[in-house]
């Protein structure tokens, strides 16, 4: 029975991964400057992380870096070992945090974005550019602006994924 | 056997894993290549959510935008009506020439230029990433298009395409940092290539001719246009204007920064060229 549950968990997610990195290329481009849109996903899968560990983080990140690879980047594995990095940073961060508590995710998804994207930068600046931009620069402009986003968004999508949990709707995947 | 301990275990798959996609990002990388399959399925298979997304998205921006300025959009509108009557003026004007261009041709001599077709598509999606300067368009390998082909709008050349699945393919924009394109100084004829800005982010979206010697003619609000050499791009299409002109880094040749004619922030619309002129060639 288990087994069955855990099957139907990831191509849930899968589906709703797709949903989200679509509405975030068409709908969401329209109202924000290229670059400084929020990364949505990012948001859901640290969140999630949070409430699982970091070994489940990191498969959820990877599966959905991987598909944010496949619909918009021209670079596979970019986004896939971004976000599988970053989850198994909220995997072990988690233990740390009262999960009861907004505070705790909301600070850890600020910095967890900002190391995400520099992940970003570098795997870019190495297999896509050939150079180096401008870290500071980036940093300054848009990787904090990008955190700033994600802080804010994770104030209402971390508690409805906690409550999700509590009532046992990721069970048994997140036991 | 040997057995591992379970945080060594972790570890090795943890490394395995980054491994594995380093490989995988360096392999795209190098031979820009893509696997067929998935990629083609997921495709064709959001191609319908992201059109009705961007659709929404465009009505509600749309709305609020003249909302906000209506006035302005009151005396565009004006301006614009305004606008049409003298393109309309100037068509026709073209259009005289374009015949006479062709009978001088023919009389001098010259192969005629091959007139391309342009096969309008909507811009669905773009990379919501700030790394890739990439759209998504609704028309794919169904419609004819082909990897390479290059994309304009009315304004001038947007870029190429790089994927295309049955229904939608993706296009490489002329700001991302792996696109150059040969070009030419409209005025004075002087050859050089646009690339993109490397190093300076906050000149993001402007272009730098570089490769022109030092005694080039060349001035800010000079027009840039495509040279056609390369192949992918038609030769004639507008790129930008010259703001600046400076030295390289070396101070052995010239630099220009250029200010793209299209808004690469909001393309909706765009078309794909089918066939462009060969360069031209005298006939002995």
Redesign the interface.
């Known amino acids: 029975m288990e087994n069955k549950f855990q099957l139907f968990f990831y191509p849930a997610f899968i589906f709703i991964i797709?949903?989200v990195?679509?509405?975030?290329?068409?709908?969401?481009?329209?109202?924000f400057?290229?670059?400084?849109?929020p990364?949505l996903v990012l948001v859901i899968v640290l969140c999630l992380t949070f409430l699982t560990d970091e070994?489940k983080g990191?498969l959820i990140g990877?599966i959905a870096g991987f598909?944010?690879d496949?619909?918009?980047?021209?670079?596979?594995?970019?986004?896939?070992?971004a976000k599988?990095?970053a989850a198994?940073l909220a995997g072990l961060i988690s233990r740390e945090i009262y999960k009861d508590q907004i505070i705790g995710p909301t600070l850890a998804v600020f910095l967890l974005t900002i190391f995400h994207e520099a992940v970003?930068?570098l795997?870019?600046s190495l297999?896509?550019?050939?150079?180096?931009?401008?870290f500071y620069?980036?940093l300054k402009?848009?990787f904090l602006t990008r955190a700033f986003y994600h802080l804010i968004l994770t104030v209402p999508i971390y508690p409805l994924l906690y409550r999700a949990e509590q009532k046992n709707f990721f069970l048994p995947y997140f036991k | 056997m040997c057995r591992l301990k379970q945080p060594a275990r972790r570890l090795v798959i943890i490394l395995i894993l980054i491994i594995f996609l380093l490989s995988l990002s360096i392999f795209t990388g190098k031979f820009y290549c893509r696997y067929g399959f998935v990629e083609d399925l997921l495709m064709t298979g959001t191609l319908p959510v992201q059109g009705f997304f961007s659709q929404a998205g465009e009505r509600i921006y749309v709305f609020f935008e003249g909302m906000l300025e209506y006035n302005r959009v009151l005396e565009e509108n004006k301006w614009l009506k305004e606008q049409l009557a003298v393109e309309q003026n100037l068509n026709i004007q073209l259009m005289e020439l374009r015949k006479e261009n062709h009978r001088l041709r023919e009389m001098l001599g010259f192969k005629r230029q091959t007139a391309y077709t342009l096969l309008p598509a909507e811009v669905v999606a773009r990379d919501p990433s700030q790394w890739f300067e990439t759209i998504t368009i609704n028309k794919g390998h169904a419609d004819g298009v082909q990897k390479d082909m290059a994309v304009v709008t009315s304004e001038g050349l947007v870029g190429s395409v790089f994927f295309v699945s049955k229904n939608s393919s993706r296009v490489l924009m002329l700001t991302d940092s792996r696109r150059a394109v040969s070009a030419l100084v409209q005025r004075s004829r002087e050859p050089g290539f646009i690339g993109i800005i490397e190093g300076y982010p906050e000149k993001k979206g402007s272009l730098r001719m570089s490769n022109l010697s030092p005694e080039a003619n060349i001035q800010p609000g000079d027009t840039v246009i495509s040279s056609g050499l390369g192949g992918v791009f038609p030769k004639g299409l507008v790129i930008g204007h010259v703001v600046e002109v400076g030295q390289d880094q070396y101070g052995l040749l010239q630099q220009a920064l250029v200010r793209s004619s299209v808004n690469f922030n909001r393309l909706e619309e765009v078309f794909i060229v089918f066939e462009f002129p060969a360069a031209e060639v005298e006939t002995e």
């Open positions: 797709i949903l990195l679509v509405f975030q290329g068409s709908f969401l481009s329209y109202f400057a290229q670059g400084r849109m990364d070994k990191m990877i598909l944010q496949i619909i918009f980047g021209p670079l596979l594995g970019v986004f896939s070992l599988m990095l198994f970003v930068f795997l870019v297999f896509w550019r050939g150079s180096c931009s401008n620069y980036s402009n848009l």
